[in-house]
């Protein structure tokens, strides 16, 4: 199966300036409990903007257009078709241009929903919400810590 996991306001922003526009520890814990010990796929822009260094405790994938690319501790992938029928789950985390590439593929979206406009520079592509039914939905915990409203959301193909 493809996975979407990802965080985004109210806008649809997922990330400014290279990074995430918001601090919410909440959210960085769903993801890694979400996501280790599975495959993850994301953008060399996305892996570069983690320093280079791939996620702990779980296989990294990084999908580029550059042939030559090459990074150590990851598999590095150039086509959606290399990706596809494989029999193992994949969580894409990112970058935008990654999910807009899995969209018409994927068969479930993690969504954190973060209440507020973070004026973001990325964005996470247009979903058509008639193909999805939430299946899911489990409130954030707002404190001293998690300062936004927040609710992790997931949805399945219809």
Same mark, same amino acid.
């Given at each position: ?60 994938? #990084? ?6 690319? &090459?990074?150590?501790? !990851?598999?590095? *992938?150039?086509?959606?078709?290399? $990706?596809? /029928? ?6 894409? #985390? ?6 807009? &590439?899995?969209?018409? !593929?994927?068969? *479930?979206?993690?969504?954190?929903? $973060?209440? /507020? ?42």
């Amino acid at each position: 199966m493809i996975i979407f996991v990802w965080a985004e306001d109210e806008k649809g922003a997922i990330g400014k300036d290279g990074g995430l526009p918001w601090k919410l520890p909440n959210d960085m814990k769903f993801f890694k409990e979400t996501t280790t010990g599975h495959t993850v796929l994301m953008g060399r822009k996305t892996f570069e903007s983690m320093g280079n260094r791939p996620l702990p405790n779980r296989q990294n994938l #990084i999908m580029t257009r550059q042939l030559d690319y &090459q990074a150590d501790g !990851v598999t590095v *992938v150039h086509h959606l078709d290399d $990706i596809v /029928g494989n029999s193992e789950d994949i969580y894409v #985390i990112g970058g935008s241009e990654i999910f807009k &590439q899995f969209m018409p !593929v994927v068969d *479930v979206l993690w969504q954190t929903k $973060i209440a /507020g406009d973070f004026d973001g520079d990325t964005f996470f592509p247009q979903v058509n919400w008639e193909d999805w039914q939430l299946v899911e939905k489990i409130p954030g915990i707002r404190d001293e810590k998690n300062k936004h409203d927040h609710e992790f959301l997931k949805y399945i193909r219809k």
